[in-house]
Each structure stands twice: as structure tokens, then as C-alpha cells.
């Protein structure tokens, strides 16, 4: 079993760690954190610890608590109990140094509709007091990384999906922020502006910054996060390595197309060459699950002494289900 | 840079980095090559600050890069995962860092006419990366993570993801590149023809631990144990019992084979070792050698400019043997006995 604990490393020996300076190597420090609506706790004695220059993925689907906590963290809504500390600071008291210093991009970011992109930006500069002639060219610089050149002039409101997050996150950054807390920064969008907003999260990364990114996207977690959790009911039930997450239960899963009157011919193939795996068919389909990844070779090779016509044969692209799955499977065992 | 006990510990329990240290005169390209696993990706992440290390010490100018936080580290960065914005040309992928850190925009032009000149790539200024080859990108990467002029420059298998032609020429252009701006570099692949190529140090890696540091040509003349033998380039291991006899130093393999040795590595009488000597140390049907023995052809293979025979001795072990391709290739058929030898301080005792 790979190493995915629910357990943060321990704090030793980290030369400027004492207690009376602040630890610049924790971004966020998240300590048994709940936040209740009501009686239902959105967020239930989460504990993290984020480290300054990672990219931290928070794994989990809408309603896990992944919006409530950046809220938290950003002082907009205080905690029921437990306590956090982002950049060194409370998000309770010092909430507005908090955003001062931090890019926050919410599910729904609020952009002025009849304003231009670059007004919408210069607006905020003016809001976040950044000297004007400093606000222009970090402006320029922005608008050029995001692709948004043809598009600045334009009012936000014909904006496409894309453009218009492209736009929110450029915002984001406006202020030279160290942190970056992103809400689903992806879904929905184009290929041209995902592309733009995974190289511009790795390119803030690159230049020491540090980010949390709330996505249930596996892919994307795989290829921008050092570590990720997975959030569950506003507790983490997982935290690791992306590979080592995605792993344990990409690696199980296979699908095999035939020739759908070789099927029986098949199964039995698979049955008497690997056994202890769990076939179910569909016409044509063939799919093998607790099949580890270098069992694959084996697979193919007693397909084709048993002379079943092979078409395809692929590895299933793990979901978040999947991962849920997997957790909860080997927590029940 | 000096690295001090550095360790690494994943979950509390994996322990990636052991207590790692390392000191690297200004200047000097060191290598770690490991296979996957060995710790050599987390020691560059740990200083880059993307992975927080459990203890240690790393020294740059007197100062503790672990106490600053990631953002004020200033170390030059090249990973295969940070790629070129397609979209912007060569000078605004070179500015970016600076423009990133909001510089003014005349420091920015010297600083990109510096950089761009550096790399060799003046009157590309305006392309844009598709329209660039393979090569040229990576100088542009190599710009873009130089430009600020970080005293310490950090590359993780920078050239992984090219085919080998592509390879060996930017090897060479990466070399030439970290001599002329003299940045102290530390390097991480698996290739061990790349480290060999590029480095004035290899640090051989396992288990989080450095098992040899040295010269790539120390390394290879002589590895220290088994593992570093064994990982750089091929070779040709005998396990056996050391025979001391007055000015005599003698293997006995474990099949019966007893041979002459130059010296024993400080190995006593009666201990048990491990001798190698490298396949193109083995000369075959060549007047005078020092050691020689008849044995039997069983295999030979080519590989473009080098043959490779396998032979076996009297005794029953196998050796490999590299020779340079002369043309006459049918020399050697399996089955053909030979006489083959070689100079007696080519055969060496591994020290541990």
C-alpha cells in the first residue's frame, strides 16, 4: 500500500522555526478547524499544514468544504471552533492584511460586466492602492502572459468563459500576492485558457509563490500540486503525493476490447492466467478490475495464446469517485 | 553552497533524504545520479523550498536559504515541467521572472540583452517558441532561469524529455553555457553519459544517501562498492576470498579461479570481497598481458562502433568484453577459444 497518510510531517530541527518568529516555511497553518451552518458541519476538524513554495491540491467535489475554508482563511467567515494562520497572521484580526497579501479567485468571481478588462484591473490596482505608474506595468504584464492583448478593450460582459477567468485570475495576481487561493480555477473552460492558467499557476510556483488549489480534478491535481488531500464531508480523509493517490487506483482498472463472440474464450483466458481478478462484460468489452499495472503484460500475452482477436486494450483513467472509492475500500478492510 | 545533514521525511516515515551532506565551491557543476527513488529530486526540491526537508542546514553566501522563504531564495530553476509560454516571444519568455517580480522595465531590457546574448540566441529576440528548435527553446529556458544572476542554479533532467541526438548537442551547449557564466550548478538525472558529459562531480545516490562523490573519471576507475560499479557503466564483478601471501595478493573466486591482484584495497587475508574490471579493460588474443587465461566464446554482439563478446573461463565465469570495432567482425564466432588478459592494476577490490 502506497504512503498516503492523514498526518502531517513533523516540525524539526528548521533553522528560524523557533517559536517567537514566524515559520516561513508554513504558508498555512490549519488546526482543527470547523466551521457549522446550522447544525451540519461544512467544515469538521480539518487539520493542514501548507508549505510555503508548494502548489497544496485540496481534492474534493462542491459541498465538501473546500469554499468554506479558503473563506475562512481569508477572514470573510469565522471558524465555530479551531483555529488557522495564514502567511503568520489570524484570518480573524488580521483578515485584511491577509487579502493584502494573498490572490484569492472564488468560484464566481465578481468582475465589473460593463467595465473593460483593463479598466476592471486598473480599478482594482486602485482599490489595492498600487502606485499608478507600478499598477500600468504590472497591468501590461499581465494582460500580455494571459493572452488577453486582443481582448483588453473589450467589455467584460461579451467576455467567453475562458477570457473571463483568464481575466479573474490575472486579478488575482494583481497586487504581487505571495499566496494564491484558487476555487476550481479550470472547470468549464477552453483548452487555450487552461493551458494559460496551469502555466501561469507553475510560473507563480517557479518564482517561489505558494498555492492552494481546490479542484476535484484528478488530472490536474496530478499535474500542477506537490502534495494533495482529498476533503470528504469537511474532513480530510487522504493526503499524500498525487502519483501515489492516483496510483493506487488508476493502476487496477482495465478495459479490453475483442471481438465480442471471442468473449467467454476470454474470460476464461484472464480467469485461468491471473487469478483473483473481477471481469465484467459488455458486448464487445472486457473489463478487468484489481488488475495491478505490471500484471498488464501478462493480460495481453494470455489473450493471444488463447487466440482472442485483441483491438484495445487501455487502462481506465481514474476519477475522484475512484479515489473516494479506493479510500473507503481500504478504510473498511 | 554548503550542505549540511539535510534529511527529507515523507509522512514521517519515508525518508527520502538521510542527513545529506554537501559542499560545492563556487563555480562547480555537481551531479546526482541515482536511479528513481534515491532521494536526488528531493534534494533539489527541498532547496528550491517546493518540499519542506525535516532538518539540515544550506549555506549560499554565508546566508541559510531554509530560513527564507521560497520567494527570496533567488536560485535559477530549469524543470522539465516549466515550460516556455508558446505564446509570447523569446525576449518576454527571457523577461518574465523579472516582469513576474515587477522590475522596471529599463533594468528589464539590459537584463533580457544580457541574458539573450548569453545564450547565443541574438536575432531571435521576437520568434516565438514554435518557431524555435528543440535546442534553441532549452536556451531560452536556460536564460529565463539565469537571468537575475542566482548564485546557485538548480536543474532537474533538463533534457529528459529530447531524443538522444538532441541530447548529446545540448550538452554540450549547457556546458558551455554554466562555464561562461560560472553559476554553481547542481544537476539531477538518471543518465549516467549525461552526468559523465556534463559534470566536474557526480554524486552517486541511494536510498537518500550520497555513496560516492568524486570525478567522473575517479568514479569509473575506481567505484567504491558494487552499486557505484554497477551504475556507472558496465562492469564485470568477481566475488571472492583475498589470499595475502608475503608481496602476493590473490583472488580466489567462489568458482576457483585464483588471480593475481596489484594491491588489495586494504582487504586482509582470508576476507571475503568483490573484484571488478571493466569490459574494455579485457584485452583479447594481444601480447604481453600482465594476467591471462584461455576461455571459450560464447556470445558476440555488435553495437555499432563496439563489439561485445561474453566468454566463459575454465573455472565457469562469465566476463564481458568490449573491443573496438576493426572491421573484422567474424573473429570472434561462439564456440572459438581464445586467449584474453589484461594489466594487473585493472582488476581492483571494491572497498566496500
Redesign the interface.
Known amino acids: 500500500m502506497t ?3 492523514a ?1 502531517t ?8 522555526a523557533n517559536s517567537e518568529r514566524v515559520d ?3 504558508a498555512i497553518d490549519i488546526q482543527n478547524l470547523t466551521r457549522h451552518y446550522g447544525e451540519e458541519p461544512a467544515v469538521n476538524d480539518l487539520n493542514l499544514q501548507v ?4 502548489v497544496f491540491g485540496l481534492l474534493g467535489h462542491n459541498g465538501a468544504g473546500k469554499t468554506t475554508t479558503i473563506r475562512m482563511l481569508t477572514g470573510l467567515i469565522t471558524p465555530t471552533s479551531g483555529s488557522a494562520q495564514v502567511l503568520g497572521l489570524d484570518p480573524t484580526f488580521e483578515g485584511s492584511e491577509i487579502r493584502a497579501r494573498t490572490g484569492v479567485l472564488t468560484e464566481t468571481p465578481a468582475l465589473d460586466s460593463r467595465l473593460t478588462g483593463r479598466e476592471n484591473l486598473a480599478f482594482f490596482a486602485d482599490f489595492f492602492d498600487i502606485e499608478p505608474h ?1 499598477a500600468r ?2 497591468i501590461d ?1 499581465l494582460i ?2 494571459f ?1 488577453l492583448q486582443e481582448h483588453e478593450q473589450d467589455r467584460v460582459g461579451t467576455y467567453s468563459r475562458g477570457l473571463h477567468q483568464r481575466l479573474a485570475l490575472a486579478r488575482a495576481m494583481l497586487h ?1 500576492p ?1 499566496l494564491l487561493l484558487l476555487d476550481e480555477p479550470t472547470p468549464g473552460l477552453d483548452p487555450v485558457a487552461t ?2 492558467v496551469h ?1 501561469m499557476i ?9 498555492v492552494l488549489l481546490c479542484t476535484h480534478n484528478l488530472e490536474e491535481a496530478e ?1 500542477l500540486c ?1 502534495r494533495v488531500g482529498v476533503l470528504e464531508r469537511g474532513q480530510m480523509i487522504a493526503m ?2 498525487p502519483r501515489d493517490l492516483t496510483s493506487r487506483v488508476a493502476d487496477q482498472q482495465v478495459e479490453v476490447e475483442i471481438a465480442p463472440r471471442f468473449r467467454d474464450r476470454a474470460i476464461e483466458a484472464i480467469t485461468r492466467a491471473i487469478p483473483g481478478v473481477r471481469i465484467a462484460t459488455v458486448d464487445h468489452l472486457v473489463r478487468v478490475d484489481g488488475l495491478p499495472r505490471n500484471r498488464i503484460p501478462d493480460l495481453v500475452e494470455a489473450l493471444a495464446n488463447a487466440r482472442v482477436p485483441v483491438y484495445r486494450v487501455e487502462p481506465r483513467v481514474s476519477s475522484l469517485e475512484d479515489v473516494y472509492f479506493a479510500l473507503h475500500e481500504s478504510r473498511s478492510r | 553552497m554548503q550542505i549540511q545533514s539535510l534529511s527529507v521525511v515523507y509522512d514521517e516515515n519515508i525518508t527520502a533524504v538521510d542527513g545529506l551532506d554537501l559542499d560545492i565551491p563556487p563555480g562547480e557543476f555537481v551531479t546526482l545520479l541515482g536511479p528513481s527513488g534515491s532521494g536526488k529530486t528531493s534534494i533539489l526540491m527541498a532547496l528550491a523550498g517546493f518540499v519542506r526537508p525535516s532538518s539540515g542546514h544550506v549555506f549560499v553566501d554565508s546566508r541559510d536559504l531554509l530560513a527564507l522563504p521560497p520567494n527570496e531564495r533567488n536560485l535559477g530553476l530549469v524543470v522539465q515541467s516549466y515550460a516556455l509560454f508558446p505564446h509570447m516571444t523569446v525576449e518576454q519568455n527571457i523577461a518574465f521572472p523579472l516582469r513576474m517580480r515587477n522590475w522596471k522595465q529599463t533594468d528589464i531590457d539590459q537584463a533580457v540583452r544580457q541574458a539573450v546574448r548569453m545564450v547565443q540566441l541574438r536575432g531571435y529576440e521576437k520568434r516565438k517558441p514554435g518557431q524555435l528548435s528543440g535546442g534553441e527553446q532549452q536556451r531560452v529556458a536556460l536564460a529565463r532561469a539565469t537571468i537575475f544572476d542566482p548564485p546557485v542554479m538548480l536543474m532537474d533532467e533538463p533534457l529528459g524529455a529530447l531524443d538522444r541526438q538532441l541530447r548529446d548537442q545540448l550538452q554540450s551547449e549547457l556546458k558551455a553555457i554554466q562555464q561562461r557564466t560560472g553559476i554553481t550548478t547542481l544537476y539531477v538525472t538518471h543518465d549516467q553519459d549525461e552526468a559523465m558529459a556534463l559534470s566536474d562531480r557526480i554524486a552517486i545516490m541511494r536510498d537518500g544517501s550520497i555513496e560516492q562523490i568524486a570525478s567522473p573519471q575517479e568514479l569509473y576507475e575506481r567505484p567504491r562498492n558494487t552499486f557505484v560499479a554497477g551504475f556507472l557503466g558496465e562492469s564485470n564483478v568477481l566475488q571472492g576470498t583475498i589470499h595475502l601471501t608475503g608481496n602476493r595478493v590473490e583472488l580466489e573466486t567462489d568458482a576457483g579461479w585464483r588471480l593475481p591482484l596489484a594491491d588489495a584495497s586494504g582487504a586482509g587475508d582470508r576476507h571475503r570481497v568483490h573484484a571488478q574490471i571493466r569490459p574494455e579493460r579485457i584485452l583479447v588474443e594481444e601480447d604481453p598481458m600482465d594476467v591471462h587465461t584461455t576461455a571459450e566464446v560464447i556470445d558476440q554482439s555488435f553495437a555499432g562502433e563496439m563489439i561485445r563478446l561474453t566468454v566463459r573461463v575454465p573455472s565457469g565465469e562469465q566476463l564481458a568484453i568490449k573491443r573496438q570495432n576493426s572491421g573484422r567482425t567474424s573473429d570472434f564466432q561462439p564456440g572459438r577459444q581464445v586467449t584474453i588478459g589484461w594489466a594487473l592494476q585493472d582488476m581492483m577490490v571494491l572497498r566496500d
Open positions: 504512503s498516503v497518510s498526518e510531517a513533523k516540525q524539526t530541527d528548521i533553522p528560524g516561513v516555511s508554513i508549505f510555503a513554495g508548494e507600478r506595468h504590472r504584464f500580455d502572459a493572452e504581487e505571495e493551458r494559460v502555466l507553475r510560473a507563480f510556483r517557479s518564482e517561489g509563490g505558494t499535474r506537490d499524500g503525493n
